[in-house]
């Protein structure tokens, strides 16, 4: 069985290109050899003048790899020159050809590599010569048909070309056999020389048949990249859409979900098929399918789902999708209701609705002019669980303005609730705006709260606001001194310290009359005892 299309190593007789494999299709390929040991006279002579003939060195044996060697195929890189073995420092004006990387072609370039990577199909277009694929396209077997298909697909879409004269996607000789094999008796031979078609950008009846059949009647990666194929030539029917929308739950991945996403929306100009599956996924049950849904609509133009997303923003169980529903409206140019009705929510709302419109607040980042006032007031809300929101948002929004940061201050002073305090000095700490009444007071929680839980969070806070200072230092070691003065740890230092005396002792001993008989100092038995330690 024949491999699809390899390429073959070329000769070099010139001396200079010892260090490189040129292949046939020249692709090139870097030795890495062991470095020449003593070196040439270059390495300390000047070099000589461009026009002047340099004599070189007759080199004796072989020099040994130190690795393998790496890719080198100047042909394909941009902006790229190959190394000037002419001794001359010109460049190429052939080398200096300005590829086109085909950035529309993105789209099709993903969903054909895709494809090949869900089928493993590894075989590069960069080692494939025309004379072996050529022999590959009318192979017995079935997968070598198929590779070769594919290895032309993916040329088609990743092949340099020149800006001036853009040359075919395949070789011309290769496109009557891959044309054949869309009548080929085997069908994956068929679906492999359809998607071959679309990425050669000349798609036909019979290409868009069998891409059809095999959205109908699969469910994998061929019926993936079917559907692709036809959305990108303008297919809005509903096996395509549908097709587009159960590859989000299917895959999972994000570059899948940014290319459906991207490819719904390129057709929901032409239907309403895509906004009424969009809305019966709003609908649905699952949460994640929800989710998805909403980000799919905020790449749609112009849906009629605004009132549905609205909805969805106050009323769903699930965070991340009234989150996301959120953020779908204000891309979908709806933020004037969504700011409007946050407004109405912390003014009219109840507790828990208010507490739910400032965490929608801090996830979106948004405060404005006519938002600030009703915000102000939930710091003096009379729930607790709102008064702790407030500042937990503040923090989010990095909030530095005055009125904001003299409400922090305020609950620090005289709010009931500790758990209010923690979050007013930890929303403090992290905007960050350090000013005298907050140094002042910081430590003033430090030295006279009662409550564990927010000395801690002075102590967080002003570790962050990298606060410094004698009066710090002295509360500091007062308190720790305290800490350890108490009447258990003095009992524990006292036992210990007879205890490792009494060790001593037994060990002078047993030592001779010549050793040490008195009693070493405390603090020579603590440092023998946590010596190891």
Known sequence: MSVAGIAKQVHQHDPRKHGRIIMDNNSEYQKNLQEIFPGSPD?????????????????????????????????????????????????????????NPMPELSSLRYAVEGWRSAWKMKNTWQSATIEGLKRDLTDLHIQVRISAIATCASGAVNRPREEQHPPDAVPRELQPLILRALEDPVKRVQMAAAVCQYAMGTP????????????????????????????????????????????????????????SASLLASISSKTTLVHSLLAEDLNCANWRTRLLACKTISRLKNPD?????????????????????????GKLGAGRAVHNGLRDKLEEGTASCRVESLILVGQLQIMTAKLLPAFLRCFNDNFVAVRKQACVTAAAL???????????????????????????????????????????????VLHHEEEPQVRIAACEALKVLRVKGLELQHLLQERFIQRL???????????????????????????????????????????ERYKGQ
């Open 204 to 259: 036909g009846s019979r290409a868009r048949k069998i891409l059809r059949r095999e959205l109908d009647q699969g469910f994998g990666a061929d019926s993936w990249v079917a559907a692709q194929c036809l959305a990108m030539e303008g297919d809005a029917s509903r096996p395509v859409i549908q097709r587009l929308l159960s590859q989000r739950l299917v895959s999972g991945t994000h570059s899948d979900q940014e290319q």
């Open 305 to 329: 789902l605004t009132n549905k997303l609205i909805h969805l923003m106050w009323n769903d169980w699930s965070g991340e999708v009234r989150q996301m529903a959120a953020r779908a409206l």
């Open 398 to 444: 990095m909030m530095k303005d005055s009125l904001v940061l003299n409400q922090l201050i305020h609950l620090m002073k005289n709010d009931p609730a500790w758990e209010v305090k923690v979050a007013a000095i930890s929303a403090s700490g992290t905007i960050g705006c350090l000013t005298p009444t907050l140094h002042d007071l910081l430590l003033w």
């Open 485 to 527: 003065s108490t009447k258990s740890i003095i009992t524990d230092k006292v036992l210990l310290i007879e205890e490792l005396a009494d060790m001593y002792q037994q060990q002078t001993k047993y030592q001779g009359e010549e050793s040490q008989t008195d009693t070493p100092p405390v603090l020579q038995l603590l440092q």
């Open 43 to 99: 390495k300390w002579t000047k070099a000589l003048p461009a026009t002047a003939h340099r004599m070189r060195r007759l080199e004796k044996g072989a020099r040994r790899w130190v690795d393998l060697p790496t890719t080198a195929d100047y042909s394909t890189e941009v902006c790229m020159r190959p190394p000037d073995y002419s001794g001359q420092d010109t460049e190429s004006p052939r080398r200096q050809a300005l590829y």
